[in-house]
């Protein structure tokens, strides 16, 4: 950006309904979702160096899915990363496979989360090559990649560009075209350059829970086996079902391209937990994507 332009800033159409819309209650409603991961003292080089590649969390409202949330968030403390490659569904149609914003920042009580149209720019000249590209989109509504912003404000240490991906088109050559393109931009950054990546994911939708917990189960089952293609497979055949099931994919493989051969499953729930009706739940897990061989013991 040149000196003397305003930024251009998205504002939040969620702050205040899905989380609290000031400051001061959204760090208290954070601490009561980390509440049950008390951080650990961790040397600087163990928090810095343990393999972490990515995370995959939910996205409902924090009363619902936040702890769930923090579980895998936790891993972030003390962790500074310069780019979160963050990969979302669309809940809303656009004329365009795969979306990103038109905005310079994201805001959120927080403050402001930049993002970087310079690697975009290069990821959308990646895409073409499997004949994608990324429609920028501005005033865009869509909750499930905002809502991680926060998580990401309150964990990590120092400033992060984010490159926001929301996908419409979540079939399996999508997916695995993103991961690729997704690659070959993380191989040209600076290598002193650290990058997250982040899918977000509800699981299964207004089932009553001893159905949810079945289609849940399967999903988490063939998360924990990082396979793309039976993930798909459990998909199309009824056995599972989650809004992110590209995103989830698309990091999957990515993770993988990247060294990864470990899922940890960190936490599992539905919206029961919160609401005390299971006659029709949402589903929610987070999971963390790691090298095993810099698991710590």
């Known amino acids: 950006m040149k000196q003397g332009q305003t930024l251009d800033v998205r504002p939040s159409p969620i702050a205040g309904m899905w989380y609290p819309g000031d400051e001061s209650h959204l760090r208290a409603e954070l601490a009561g979702c980390f509440g049950a991961y008390p951080q650990q003292d961790l040397a600087e080089s ?35 990363y310069q780019k979160v490659i963050l990969v979302s569904p669309s809940h809303r149609a656009y004329a365009a496979p795969l979306i990103t914003s038109g905005h310079d920042a994201y805001e959120t009580p927080l403050g402001l989360v930049p993002v970087d149209h310079q690697s975009l720019n290069r990821l959308n000249t990646l895409l073409q090559e499997d004949n994608l590209s990324l429609k920028t989109v501005r005033f865009d509504q869509e909750h499930a990649l905002e809502i991680e912003l926060p998580f990401l404000q309150y964990t990590l240490k120092g400033d992060f560009q984010i490159l926001p991906v929301m996908m419409l088109d979540q079939r399996e050559k999508t997916a695995r075209a993103l991961a690729r393109a997704l690659f070959e931009l993380i191989q040209s950054f600076d290598s002193s350059e650290k990058v997250l990546l982040l899918a977000s994911t509800d699981l299964s939708h207004f089932h009553h829970q001893r159905v949810a917990s079945e289609l849940d189960g399967a999903f988490i089952k063939v998360l924990q086996s990082g396979d793309v293609s039976q993930l798909y497979r459990a998909s199309d055949s009824g056995k599972t079902e989650a809004c992110g099931l590209g995103p989830t994919a698309t990091v999957l493989a990515l993770s993988k391209m990247l060294g990864a051969n470990k899922v940890n499953i960190m936490d599992y729930r539905d919206s029961s937990y919160a609401s005390g009706d299971k006659s029709s739940v949402v589903g929610y897990v987070s999971a963390i994507i790691r090298r095993e061989d810099y698991e710590h013991v």
Do not use: C, M, N
């Open 46 to 80: 163990d928090a810095e160096d343990d393999g972490l590649i990515a995370l995959v969390v939910p996205h409902a409202g924090y009363i619902y899915s936040g702890t769930t949330a923090a579980a895998a968030f936790q891993a972030l403390r003390g962790k500074s």
